[in-house]
């Protein structure tokens, strides 16, 4: 019986020693598991907030192209519109500009034939003569270091002939500027009811009732308020 105590009491013993060992095992394991457990959970939070700062990131990229998007939208519309806007003022004065041109030229043509139907043909004449002795009065104050043409001869149209008084008198004037003689060539036209115009080289000098009343109109309008 004190045999079998013994015996039993070693086997305890035996056993308490390797449960011991066995706890501590589990201890020393339990440690290691919860300290890869500590560093996992502080990777995952490490990598929970890199990915919470990339996407806060593509986030605000994101906003930020959009932006650019937008505005650059907004720019090109603006560009556009601003486009339309000039290319319809633009053909509205052009349109303006037409029709101002027509008018004028209807008007033009209105006044010249009130002339020709209420003026006698030696109204019409007096008042070619009064044109006539203008434009000689205006090429006299002419600058002749501004006429640098050069031609040997002129071709003067008027609506009356020119008598020899009043072409001896153009004759000189035209002279005196360009420093050499020259030879008038004369043609009548009707069409231009009364006035002169002087044709030297490239040189076109309108003295005509048209572009008196032409120029008068215009003047007209500029006034205009």
């Known amino acids: 019986m004190a045999v079998l105590r013994l015996l039993f009491g070693s086997q305890l013993k035996i056993a308490l020693n390797r449960l011991q ?16 457990l500590e560093r996992a959970k502080v990777q995952s939070q490490s990598e929970i907030a890199r990915a919470k700062e990339e996407a806060k990131n593509i986030l605000e990229n994101a906003r930020r192209n959009a ?11 603006q560009l556009q519109s601003k486009k339309i806007i000039t290319g319809a003022s633009e053909k509205a004065k052009k349109l303006e500009d037409e029709i101002l041109a027509s008018a004028e030229n209807k008007a033009v043509s209105l006044a010249q034939e009130l002339i020709q139907y209420t003026f006698t043909s030696k109204g019409q004449e007096l008042l070619h003569q009064q044109l006539i002795d203008e434009l000689i009065e ?6 002749k270091a501004k006429l640098t043409v050069r031609a ?7 609506s009356f002939a020119l008598n020899p008084q009043e072409k ?6 035209l002279s005196s500027k360009l420093d050499y003689e020259l030879f008038l060539e004369e043609k009548v036209d ?9 044709k030297l080289g490239g040189l076109v000098i309108d003295g ?3 572009n008196k ?5 215009g003047a007209l309008r500029l006034k205009k308020p």
């Open 21 to 36: 060992v066995f706890h501590q095992e589990s201890l020393e394991k339990e440690e290691i598991l919860n300290k890869e």
């Open 67 to 77: 932006e650019k998007i937008t505005l650059a939208a907004t720019e090109q519309a």
């Open 138 to 143: 205006d090429l006299k104050n002419v600058d």
């Open 152 to 158: 040997d001869r002129a071709q003067v149209i008027t």
């Open 168 to 173: 001896q008198r153009l004759k000189e004037v």
């Open 190 to 198: 009707a069409a231009l009811i009364t006035g002169m115009i002087i």
């Open 208 to 210: 005509s009732l048209k």
């Open 213 to 217: 009343l032409t120029r008068a109109i």
